[in-house]
């Protein structure tokens, strides 16, 4: 579900004001943002030059597609073999990357930034799910040497859900596979999915459901 600023009424206007907002709503298949074999083998992720936009410019709490910042990033990444970046703000703490929050585990901790960084929902689910392993979840600022320092980094999305990862930049973390917490949490995660945790099923063979209808 996206809200644009829409189009406008006054040919050529810059006033938003003469503008009228479009709410578009779409539906397309399953994807993962970091596919299936990557999320297997753990992603590669390269920490970009380019630096998170500043907050005072743009909340990124809230969704939002303003992903300059995160393109140019995605173009270093893949310019030099990695599979996708992640993005540090103008201070140097860790901020996301394009379409994913970040974490880093240490010993029993799990952190995740608190700052620079959408608060997503599969983001919330892992902070929810981390005292079930007996894990310490924590919302804190995360500095580029304590990402480097971490035993385990793994992503999150609603599009591909706890997404471990097995490198970033030349460092390389365990045995270059998926750590055994990323791996937990993400089969805690999708079992919880399966058993119906924060879920509402469709029904699509209901003849009164209301998409049968619109239909």
């Known amino acids: ?26 539906a397309i298949p399953w994807i993962d943002v970091i596919k299936p074999d990557v999320q297997e083998r753990g992603a590669h992720l390269l920490v970009a030059t380019v630096p998170r936009i500043s ?20 173009f270093e990444a893949h310019d030099q073999g990695y599979d996708t970046a992640v993005l540090l ?41 981390c005292p ?6 924590r919302i804190a600022p995360i500095t580029f040497d304590e990402l480097m320092d971490a035993d385990e980094v ?28 990323s791996v937990k949490l993400k089969e805690l995660y999708w079992q919880k999915h399966k058993d119906g945790w924060h879920m509402t099923p469709v029904n699509y063979d209901d003849p009164d459901h209301p998409f049968r209808k619109a239909a």
């Open 1 to 26: 579900m996206v809200t644009t600023r829409g189009t406008s009424r006054v040919y050529g206007s810059r006033n938003p004001a003469d503008f009228d907002n479009t709410f578009i709503a779409y």
């Open 55 to 74: 907050a005072r410019s743009l909340d990124p709490t809230l969704k939002n597609y303003m992903w300059r910042d995160f393109t140019r990033g995605v």
């Open 89 to 129: 703000d103008h201070d140097g703490f860790l901020t996301e990357g394009a379409g994913f929050n970040v974490f880093i585990v240490k010993g029993d901790t799990v952190l995740t930034p608190d700052r620079g960084a959408l608060q997503g929902i599969t983001r919330l689910s892992v902070l929810d799910l």
């Open 132 to 137: 079930e392993l007996g894990l310490e979840p």
């Open 154 to 181: 793994f992503t999150t999305t609603t599009a591909g859900g706890v997404m471990p990862c097995a490198r970033v930049n030349d460092r390389i973390y365990g045995n270059d596979r998926p750590g055994p917490i």
